[in-house]
């Protein structure tokens, strides 16, 4: 009887155990469901449908993998983001440019790139002159999907409410993909590949200097600070993403971000590289005319490592 009894009381145990097992698994399975749905809105909400809109914008791949954002500038220049490009400078016969459509794996033109220029001061432990131009290897015919923008050519207080800002969705990360009881499905993944824009907050030029002396970079006026992009990785950037305001090419977004940006008092704000600084427009001057740009001596702080 007392043997009979026990087994009755495994049983039971295991029961319950097992219970709370599918219990624990079905929440889980909400959650998942619940946190992917909330990214799968994020993307539909962002997600642009007509590339008309922002004829400007290019999708930077080696082969068929994405880099970063970019901005046509002219019929056979695109300007993005240095540091993604840095390591495969020497291999840029893997490169391609896709111009004139919100799929950056499929539809509109896809480029080969002929050479690349990396901003000669550029330096990956700080956000300025994180710029680089790719020579594409035939002119761009204009079009209502892929044209060059306009370019800022003076620097000018920043007075505007917002900036719109574009680029993929593997940069609008989404925040809890890396967790256990996440499975982003296919179908998210594919929106994922559709071109995101967003309309993003400017922060005032002593906020935004006060900024790079508090990461311990020097302070420069060639920058602009955007706030944090709702919902995103507070660890990753939009590199090479166009700033436009008014139709007008202010910059494009540098990939760098502080050691710290993942910790609980935010992400900080993303950097621009203006192109009206006198260091860029000069050079982007220069290289898009095949001109010589002369270098200037510029001291750094030996002890930036951020």
Not at 239 to 256: C, E, I, K, T
Request: with cysteine.
């Amino acid at each position: 009887m007392i043997g009979h009894y026990k087994s009755a009381n495994v049983l039971l145990i295991l029961f319950l155990h097992v219970s709370h097992v599918a219990q624990v698994a079905q929440v889980r399975a909400q959650s998942a469901l619940s946190d992917e749905d909330a990214y799968a809105a994020l993307l539909d909400r962002n997600t642009v449908t007509d590339k008309k809109h922002y004829p400007y914008v290019a999708a930077v791949l080696k082969m068929t993998s994405y880099l970063s954002a970019g901005a046509m500038i002219k019929d056979n220049w695109i300007l993005t983001a240095a540091d993604g490009l840095y390591l495969v400078r020497d291999s840029v016969r893997l490169l391609r440019v896709r111009l004139g459509s919100v799929n950056y794996k499929k539809g509109g033109t896809l480029v080969p790139v002929k050479y690349l220029r990396i901003h000669p001061y550029f330096d990956d432990r700080r956000p300025e002159y994180d710029t680089a131009l790719l020579r594409l290897s035939v002119p761009t015919r204009p079009s209502p999907t892929a044209r060059p923008v306009r370019l800022q050519r003076k620097l000018r207080p920043v007075t505007a409410a917002h900036f719109t800002v574009t680029a993929w969705a593997p940069h609008y990360a989404n925040p809890k993909a890396n967790s256990d009881n996440v499975h982003e499905s296919l179908e998210t993944i594919r929106r994922a590949r559709n071109l995101q824009v967003q309309q993003v907050h400017p922060r005032s030029a002593a906020d935004c200097q006060r900024e790079q002396q508090e990461l311990g970079l020097n302070a420069s006026a060639g920058l602009l600070c955007l706030d944090p992009l709702a919902d995103s990785d507070p660890c990753r950037r939009d590199a090479g993403a166009p700033v436009v305001l008014r139709g007008v090419l202010w910059g494009v977004v540098s990939s760098w971000r502080a050691a710290g940006c993942g910790a609980d008092d935010g992400s900080g704000a993303s950097f621009v590289n203006l192109v009206a600084a006198p260091d860029i427009s000069a050079w982007l001057d220069a290289v898009t005319r095949d001109f010589h740009w002369k270098l200037r001596e510029i001291n750094f702080d030996d002890d930036n490592f951020i």
